[in-house]
């Protein structure tokens, strides 16, 4: 069974970067994967896609050219590099692979505070 786990959540002030990690339990080379997040009381949301190559890559424009997505088959993971971070950035981030979408990893904190 699919076993996804998130990590490199933490609390940092508004400007700031972290960088959010997803390593699977399977070979992800032939997957499209996505990152989501979700805050309490709100409704998950999708945060940035990849393609199963790396070649495409898809943004909403709450993030776009603050977040950007990668990832490195050969490790199973995929990444999210997230810069300038805002408040409205806090939730709790999960990642997806879209042809098994009903498996979820335990998800990783970013809280963005002064």
């Known amino acids: 069974q699919l076993q996804l786990v998130e990590s490199g959540g933490g609390l940092v002030q508004p400007g700031g970067s972290l960088r959010l990690s997803c390593t699977a339990s399977?070979?992800?080379?032939?997957?499209?994967i996505g990152w989501f997040r979700q805050a309490p009381g709100k409704e998950r949301e999708g945060v940035s896609c990849?393609?199963?190559?790396?070649?495409?890559?898809n943004y909403p424009v709450s993030v776009k050219g603050r977040f950007t997505i990668s990832r490195d088959n050969a490790k199973n993971t995929v990444y999210l590099q997230m810069n300038s971070l805002k408040p409205e950035d806090t939730a709790v981030y999960y990642c997806?692979?879209?042809?098994?979408?009903?498996?979820w990893g335990q998800g990783t904190q970013v809280t963005v505070s002064a």
């Open positions: 990849i393609s199963s190559r790396g070649g495409a890559t």
């Open positions: 399977v070979n992800l080379d032939v997957y499209a």
């Open positions: 997806n692979v879209f042809a098994m979408a009903n498996y």
